[in-house]
C-alpha cells in the first residue's frame, strides 16, 4: 500500500481527544470535508459507494492505520493509539466484542459494548472552550455529566433532533460534500448540514457529587484508579461488570425499587423510570446502556456509592434493595446477569437477599 502524502497543515490531537474529532479538526484545519480527509489520511474507508461509509473506525488502531497517519501528519502511533476506543480495554468494554458487532450490527455495539462507535454525547461548554474537541469517553453509554463544567451532557442536537455526530439522515456516513466545523452539529437533515452550533445549545446544571462520580468512574476507565468493590481490590473489568450488574438490577426492580432508595433526587427516579420506557425491562434494549446522560447521570449516584462500600457487610446492606426488589419483580428466574462476570464478593452481596427457597434462583 503507498503511504499518502505529508500534509502541510496538520494539528495535534488534544488531550483525550477521540479519533473522529481530530480528523474533524484536521479536515476543518485544511478546509475539505471529513470524508476527503479520511482519505487524504490513508485511512481506506471508502468501499463500493462513493461515500465514504465507516463500519467501524476509532476502534482500535491497526498497523496500517498507524502508519498512514504518522506518514500524512507525523503524528506517532501511540498518540493514534491513545484516540481509540480501544484505551478503555478492558475496562469499560471489549474492542475486540465491539469489532465483531460492528461488522454486522446496524448500530455497531451500543447494545452489547455500552458504546456508541459512531455518534457521541458532548458537554457544549468544552466544545466552546476547546474550539470543538469531542472527549473520547463522550461515546461512552455511561457518560453522563461533565465534571469540569458540572452539566448534564448533550445526548442530541436541539435543533435538528440527531444523536451527534451520528450523520442525521444519512447515518454513519462521513460528509464527502461539506465541511463540518467541530463546534457545530452538521448532521444531513433533508441533503444540507444542520447549523447549530453546539456551544449554544442549553445545558442542565449537574450537582457537584454526581460530577465527582463521573469523575471517578472514568479514572478506573482510564485504568488509573484501583477499583475496589466492597472494600475488596478487583480488576477494572470485574468492577465494570459489577456496575452493569446494578445498572440491570435497578432495571429489574422499578418503580418498587424507588421507594427503597433514600437519599435519591428526585428527577433522579424519573430519568430511571423514562429510561426504563424505552429500555426494557422486556424489551430487546433491556441489557443495553444508559439511554440518555441523565440516566448515566441517575445510575452513577445509585450505583458509586453502593460499590464503594468500605466492605462486604456495607455492601451486602447497600444492595439489598436492588436485589430485593427485583427478586419481588419475579425478574431471577431468566437469568438476568448471566453474561456478567461480576467479583466474588459482589455476587454473595446479592445473592445473600435471595430466600432461601428453591425457587428462587440466583441471577447467574
Ligand atoms: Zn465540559
Ligand atoms: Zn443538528
Known amino acids: 500500500m503507498a503511504l499518502p502524502r505529508r500534509l502541510a497543515l496538520v494539528t495535534a490531537p488534544r ?8 480528523t474533524d479538526r484536521m479536515a476543518w484545519l485544511n478546509r475539505c470535508s471529513p470524508g476527503v480527509m479520511a482519505d487524504l489520511l490513508g485511512l481506506e474507508l471508502r468501499g463500493s459507494s462513493p461515500e465514504v461509509r465507516p463500519r467501524v473506525c476509532g ?12 506518514a500524512a501528519t507525523g503524528v506517532a502511533g501511540g498518540a493514534v493509539d491513545r484516540m481509540h476506543l480501544a484505551v478503555f480495554d478492558p475496562g469499560p468494554l471489549s474492542a475486540a466484542a465491539v469489532l465483531s458487532v460492528g461488522e454486522t450490527a446496524a448500530r455497531a455495539s451500543a447494545g452489547r459494548e455500552w458504546v456508541e462507535v459512531s455518534g457521541s454525547r458532548a458537554c457544549p461548554r468544552c466544545l466552546l472552550a476547546s474550539g470543538g474537541v469531542w472527549q473520547l469517553w463522550w461515546k461512552l453509554s455511561c457518560a453522563g455529566v461533565c465534571p469540569v463544567h458540572g452539566v448534564v451532557l448533550l445526548d442530541r442536537c436541539p435543533s435538528c433532533g440527531c444523536v451527534l455526530r451520528w450523520g442525521g439522515t444519512r447515518p454513519r456516513v462521513l460528509p464527502v460534500a461539506w465541511s463540518r466545523p467541530p463546534t457545530v452539529c452538521a448532521s444531513s437533515v433533508g441533503g444540507r448540514p444542520c447549523p447549530q452550533w453546539l456551544p449554544l445549545a442549553r445545558v442542565r446544571p449537574a450537582s457537584a457529587s454526581v460530577g465527582e462520580f463521573q469523575r471517578r468512574w472514568l479514572e478506573i476507565a482510564y485504568g488509573r484508579g484501583r477499583p475496589a468493590v466492597g472494600g475488596v481490590e478487583v480488576s477494572a473489568a470485574e468492577w465494570f461488570a459489577a456496575f452493569r450488574a446494578c445498572v440491570l438490577l435497578l432495571r429489574l426492580g422499578l418503580p418498587g425499587v424507588l421507594g427503597r432508595l433514600h437519599g435519591v433526587p428526585g428527577w433522579c427516579g424519573q430519568a430511571l423510570l423514562e429510561e426504563r420506557a424505552e429500555r426494557g425491562p422486556y424489551g430487546r434494549r433491556f441489557g443495553w446502556g444508559p439511554a440518555s446522560a441523565s440516566a448515566a447521570a441517575a445510575f452513577l449516584i445509585v450505583v458509586m456509592p453502593l460499590l464503594e462500600a468500605a466492605d462486604a457487610r456495607e455492601l451486602s446492606g447497600r444492595v439489598r434493595p436492588l436485589a430485593r426488589a427485583a427478586i419481588e419483580a419475579g425478574c431471577f428466574g431468566a437469568r438476568p446477569l448471566a453474561r456478567l462476570e461480576v467479583p466474588e464478593v459482589f455476587a454473595r452481596a446479592v445473592t445473600s437477599h435471595a430466600p432461601a427457597r428453591r425457587w428462587v434462583k440466583t441471577p447467574w
Open 15 to 22: 488531550p483525550g481527544e477521540g479519533f473522529g474529532s481530530w
Open 59 to 70: 476502534v482500535r488502531a491497526d498497523d496500517g492505520v498507524r502508519r498512514a497517519v504518522c
